[in-house]
């Protein structure tokens, strides 16, 4: 009897270490990759067009990817509950696969999904393979509570061993197609899903498993580089990437974290090199941290209601965080920063440290729920687990607490580009200026402003703030939240200590 089986494909975007969809080949002599345009992420997912296109992009290749293997993508559209019970009962489904999701809207719908399936005698394979590791499993061996810090995540993992090595890609994928295909499955353009091309920045990380792949080689061919990879002494403001640009690729699923370990353990095998949390390694442990406390936590995006984080009365304040989102707060590296992430979808980890805390706690006390909003609007790389976390993180809001660290929006970018050539390209008002002046133009006099083509409160704005004496008044507001939480009993007492001997070695590089 043929038996018919649907591979969905939501993350995980890829041939290579697809567990999910090697078993639906396994078991079927018809399968169906499909993905569905699911409108709750039109209308709750704040999705900027750099993204989508990087997603559209993702889906094409995977699309070619799937023809080489005697298949095609079945692009639908609609909601999973209202398109499957359809799919099932039309193309005869006898098994749906999946890869495992830990976001709180994925875990309802997958729930939803699997009592359809139940209800139309269809078998359901669901298997992890966006993470190195089951966060489950991490969680249990924990004592049945997420590791808080990354050392009690690396202790837990040293138990586990090795994750599990990455599987082959299917030799083939048999789907049965009919000649209108493209007309009915096909992928949309940006058009189709009214966006515009117009409104794309420059295209410089296409979307799709194979422009992962490839970027994944060509950083592994760079061995004295991967081997002596500290993320703290990266440029921030370099005009070319100083790290691998791998994340959009790890946030599509485009990339399997499992083929990024193990192709990383060949080149350490054969060298000395570098630790977590700093190494390349350290990098794909925090986002398996990140994933573990997300999967575990209530209201892990949100302040109120969030068990971690603390509960801090910051400020609302339309027009500081409207002028920090469009690069307009008067202070050049912020906005530069600002001004890359909004063009290109990706500015550089340490970059988002330094407007992260600008945001927060350092500069215009801002709920760090905001800045995470942007972020996930103009990152091609925003991922739910790891913009909250980081967010909460850099806010002091939990994770890290010497919340008296703080980034000099002047001082910080200096130390990697002292003659301001990132401010040049990405604030070009100031591309004039004269080194002395280009991350402090305001203090340029008039005659040099006149010369450089750009009078600071009229070209281009004057500071928001006076950073050195709010920083002193926001650190004291710190403090008295601390206190209250600790008066109050309040959420994140208990995890200041829990983490507090971790502080010393982790990530703020500050002024």
Same mark, same amino acid.
């Given at each position: 009897?043929?038996?018919?089986?649907?591979?969905?494909? $939501?993350?995980?975007?890829?041939?290579?270490?697809?567990?999910?969809?090697?078993?639906?080949?396994?078991?079927?002599?018809?399968?169906?990759?499909?993905?569905?345009?699911? %409108?709750?992420?039109?209308?709750?997912?704040?999705?900027?067009?750099?993204?989508? $296109? #990087?997603?559209?992009?993702?889906?094409?290749?995977?699309?070619?990817?799937?023809?080489?293997?005697?298949?095609?993508?079945?692009?639908?559209?609609?909601?999973?509950?209202?398109?499957?019970?359809?799919?099932?009962?039309?193309?005869?489904?006898?098994?749906?696969?999946?890869?495992?999701?830990?976001?709180?809207?994925?875990?309802? $719908?997958?729930?939803?999904?699997?009592?359809?399936?139940?209800?139309?005698?269809?078998?359901?394979?669901?298997?992890?393979?966006?993470?190195?590791?089951?966060?489950?499993?991490?969680?249990?061996?924990?004592?049945?509570?997420?590791?808080?810090?990354?050392?009690?995540?690396?202790?837990?993992?040293?138990?586990?061993?090795?994750?599990?090595?990455?599987?082959?890609?299917?030799? &083939?994928?048999?789907?049965?197609?009919?000649?209108?295909?493209?007309?009915?499955?096909?992928?949309?353009?940006?058009?189709?899903?009214?966006?515009?091309?117009?409104?794309?920045?420059?295209?410089?990380?296409? !979307?799709?498993?194979?422009?992962?792949?490839?970027?994944?080689?060509?950083?592994?061919?760079?061995?004295?580089?991967?081997?002596?990879?500290?993320? %703290?002494?990266?440029?921030?403001?370099?005009?070319?990437?100083?790290?691998?640009?791998?994340?959009?690729?790890?946030?599509?699923?485009?990339?399997?974290?499992?083929?990024?370990?193990?192709?990383?353990?060949?080149?350490?095998?054969?060298?000395?090199?570098?630790?977590?949390?700093?190494?390349?390694?350290?990098?794909?442990?925090?986002? &398996?941290?990140?994933?573990?406390?997300?999967?575990?936590?209530?209201?892990?995006?949100?302040?109120?209601?969030?068990?971690?984080?603390?509960?801090?009365?910051?400020?609302?304040?339309?027009?500081?965080?409207?002028?920090?989102?469009?690069?307009?707060?008067?202070?050049?590296?912020?906005?530069?920063?600002?001004?890359?992430?909004?063009?290109?979808?990706?500015?550089?980890?340490?970059?988002?440290?330094?407007?992260?805390?600008?945001?927060?706690?350092?500069?215009?006390?801002?709920?760090?729920?905001?800045?995470?909003?942007?972020? &996930?609007?103009?990152?091609?790389?925003?991922?739910?687990?790891?913009?909250?976390?980081?967010?909460?993180?850099?806010?002091?809001?939990?994770?890290?607490?010497?919340?008296?660290?703080?980034? /000099?929006?002047?001082? #910080?970018?200096?130390?990697?580009?002292?003659?301001?050539?990132?401010?040049?390209?990405?604030?070009?008002?100031?591309?004039?200026?004269?080194?002395?002046?280009?991350? &402090?133009?305001?203090?340029?006099?008039?005659?040099?402003?006149?010369?450089?083509?750009?009078?600071?409160?009229?070209?281009?704005?004057?500071?928001?703030?006076?950073?050195?004496?709010?920083?002193?008044?926001?650190?004291?507001?710190?403090?008295?939240?601390?206190?209250?939480?600790?008066?109050? !009993?309040?959420?994140?007492?208990?995890?200041?200590?829990?983490? /507090?001997?971790?502080?010393?070695?982790?990530?703020?590089?500050?002024?």
């Amino acid at each position: 009897m043929k038996t018919c089986a649907i591979h969905w494909f $939501r993350k995980g975007l890829r041939l290579h270490d697809n567990p999910a969809l090697q078993a639906a080949c396994k078991v079927a002599d018809d399968v169906k990759p499909v993905f569905i345009l699911d %409108p709750w992420f039109a209308n709750n997912a704040n999705v900027g067009v750099n993204r989508w $296109r #990087f997603l559209l992009q993702t889906l094409q290749n995977l699309d070619e990817n799937l023809k080489k293997i005697n298949s095609r993508l079945y692009i639908i559209k609609g909601k999973p509950a209202d398109v499957f019970p359809k799919l099932f009962k039309n193309w005869g489904v006898s098994h749906l696969t999946f890869e495992e999701d830990i976001e709180p809207y994925a875990l309802t $719908r997958d729930s939803a999904i699997k009592k359809l399936a139940e209800e139309h005698n269809v078998k359901v394979t669901s298997c992890v393979s966006h993470t190195l590791f089951d966060p489950q499993r991490i969680i249990s061996k924990n004592g049945g509570k997420a590791p808080l810090t990354y050392q009690r995540l690396q202790t837990v993992l040293s138990s586990l061993g090795s994750p599990p090595k990455p599987v082959d890609s299917p030799s &083939e994928c048999k789907t049965k197609t009919e000649s209108d295909h493209d007309k009915k499955y096909g992928v949309p353009s940006l058009e189709d899903l009214g966006k515009s091309e117009k409104e794309c920045g420059p295209l410089l990380f296409p !979307g799709g498993e194979t422009e992962a792949l490839r970027r994944l080689e060509s950083m592994m061919g760079k061995k004295n580089w991967v081997c002596t990879f500290e993320k %703290p002494k990266t440029a921030p403001n370099s005009l070319e990437p100083s790290t691998t640009v791998l994340s959009p690729y790890l946030k599509f699923g485009c990339l399997s974290p499992r083929m990024f370990y193990y192709k990383l353990q060949e080149v350490y095998n054969k060298a000395k090199h570098t630790s977590p949390p700093v190494s390349l390694l350290g990098q794909l442990l925090w986002r &398996e941290f990140y994933y573990c406390v997300a999967v575990d936590t209530p209201n892990f995006d949100k302040m109120e209601g969030n068990p971690v984080c603390k509960q801090i009365p910051w400020d609302t304040n339309e027009s500081y965080l409207k002028a920090w989102k469009e690069g307009r707060t008067g202070y050049p590296f912020i906005d530069a920063v600002m001004t890359q992430l909004r063009q290109e979808g990706w500015i550089h980890h340490l970059a988002r440290h330094s407007v992260a805390c600008f945001l927060t706690r350092g500069d215009l006390w801002i709920n760090w729920e905001e800045g995470m909003k942007v972020f &996930e609007e103009y990152l091609l790389d925003a991922d739910w687990s790891l913009n909250a976390g980081n967010w909460m993180w850099l806010s002091a809001s939990a994770f890290f607490h010497q919340y008296f660290r703080v980034y /000099s929006p002047i001082e #910080f970018g200096k130390k990697t580009d002292k003659d301001g050539d990132y401010i040049r390209k990405y604030v070009p008002q100031l591309s004039k200026y004269p080194t002395a002046y280009i991350y &402090e133009p305001w203090k340029a006099p008039l005659k040099v402003q006149e010369k450089a083509g750009c009078i600071v409160g009229k070209d281009y704005p004057k500071p928001i703030v006076e950073h050195d004496k709010i920083r002193k008044k926001n650190i004291e507001r710190m403090a008295q939240a601390y206190n209250a939480s600790k008066t109050e !009993g309040g959420a994140g007492a208990k995890r200041k200590s829990d983490s /507090s001997s971790s502080q010393k070695k982790k990530k703020a590089k500050v002024k």
